[in-house]
Nanobody, 120 residues
Framework: QVQLVESGGGLVQPGGSLRLSCAASGSRFSSYAMGWERQAPGKQRERVAHIYSDGDTHYGDSVKGRFTISRDNAKNMVSLQMNSLKPEDTAVYFC??????????????WGQGTQVTVSS
């Protein structure tokens, strides 16, 4: 099974930026879809960004224009650049890796989660 290790979380002031990274073990990285979800206390888990194996991207409405997901297949890594951060972005962020069965994404692996706190 592919293992995912996240890094880059922390405390940042409103309006600031953070970059999350997720490193994957194993082979065939380039054939997988990757993405990030977040879980805030008392809120529903939310998918914030997704990148397909061909590089196409999709974002949740709450982060469009502020977050950018990218992948480096040579390094088996996916990153999430988060700009103009707001207090409501505070959450634990999870990286995932998956593949499609038809139009259905099947998540094969999750990262351990990294805390992002936006506060003054």
């Amino acid at each position: 099974q592919v293992q995912l290790v996240e890094s880059g979380g922390g405390l940042v002031q409103p309006g600031g930026s953070l970059r999350l990274s997720c490193a994957a073990s194993g082979s065939r990285f380039s054939s997988y879809a990757m993405g990030w979800e977040r879980q805030a206390p008392g809120k529903q888990r939310e998918r914030v960004a997704h990148i397909y194996s061909d590089g196409d991207t999709h974002y949740g409405d709450s982060v469009k224009g502020r977050f950018t997901i990218s992948r480096d297949n040579a390094k088996n890594m996916v990153s999430l650049q988060m700009n103009s951060l707001k207090p409501e972005d505070t959450a634990v962020y999870f990286c995932y890796l998956g593949e499609y069965s038809g139009s259905v994404l099947i998540v094969r692996s999750w990262g351990q989660g990294t805390q992002v706190t936006v506060s003054s």
